[in-house]
């Protein structure tokens, strides 16, 4: 019997942060190894096993897996989160790509320079708000049924849950506009494997800080002054 999936990353959501969502959404169980210095990374790299040199990785079923969304394919498909056809995944992969846009912009929120930090955070609004949240509200409304693709639990559902909880952390009431979305929201919450994710001591990580960040910046030796330019 193979054992239980193992993620390679540091103590914080970053990009692994849907991994640990879709695996228990999948009722998987997985353990973690959490770097906490520079070291614990080098001595990852330098063990052979890590392509690219860069995390997230996960080890499951005799691989090492990198890269984000290969990596969430890979879950997807073998716990028949990834639809029944070529036509509901191509569908699927739509959904999660703007997803991953709303999830990127606020992954990387918290390290606005202070002078531009409402700025920043009034762009993931209105991007959220005018752009994203009502091609999902339109696509319930349409599909008529409990999830955006089929009528069963998919990756996309998975990630717009993580999603809204996300933008949710910067402004509750953000769904008063979006009825469709405020039903799916209630309904998923409510499912048993997502309400145990979202219990106090689950795998799931808060939001990053400017603490959670310094750890990332030392362990894997970031260039802050650098990530700052880059978020103005």
Same mark, same amino acid.
Do not use: C
């Given at each position: 019997?193979?054992?239980?999936? %193992? #993620?390679?990353?540091? *103590? ?20 973690? $190894?959490?770097?906490? @210095? ?5 001595? #990852? ?20 897996? $990198?890269? @984000? ?5 890979? !879950?997807? @498909? ?7 056809? /070529? ?5 699927? *992969? ?20 202070p002078e ?7 762009? !993931?609004?209105?991007?959220? @708000?005018q752009r ?22 998919s990756w996309?559902?998975?990630? #717009?849950?993580?999603?809204? #909880? ?8 953000? /769904? ?12 998923? !919450? %409510? ?6 994710? /979202? ?5 799931? %990580?808060?939001?990053? *800080? *400017? ?22």
């Amino acid at each position: 019997m193979a054992g239980k999936p %193992k #993620l390679y990353y540091f *103590d914080g959501r970053g990009r692994m942060e849907s991994v640990r969502w879709l695996l228990a959404a999948a009722g998987v169980e997985f353990e973690e $190894v959490l770097f906490e @210095t520079a070291e614990d990374f080098e001595n #990852l790299i330098k063990g052979g096993k890590l392509m690219y040199d860069q995390v997230p990785m996960v080890e499951m079923d005799g691989m090492y897996m $990198v890269q @984000t969304r290969a990596i969430l394919r890979y !879950i997807a @498909t073998k716990y028949n989160l990834y639809g029944k056809d /070529l036509k509901e995944r191509a569908i699927i *992969d739509m959904y999660v790509e703007g997803m991953r846009d709303m999830n990127d912009m606020i992954m990387l929120f918290p390290l606005s320079l202070p002078e531009e930090k409402q700025k920043n955070l009034n762009y !993931i609004l209105e991007r959220a @708000t005018q752009r994203f949240f009502p091609v999902y509200e339109k696509a319930l409304q349409d599909h008529g049924k409990n999830y955006l693709v089929g009528n069963q639990l998919s990756w996309a559902d998975v990630q #717009l849950i993580e999603v809204i #909880l996300m933008v949710e952390e910067l402004k509750s009431g953000i /769904l008063s506009a979006f009825p469709k979305l405020q039903e799916f929201k209630a309904r998923v !919450i %409510k499912l048993p494997r997502i309400q145990k994710f /979202l219990q106090p001591g689950s795998p799931r %990580k808060p939001p990053v *800080d *400017d603490a959670s960040f310094e750890v990332s910046r030392k362990i894997y030796k970031i260039d802050k002054n650098l990530v700052l330019k880059h978020m103005s």
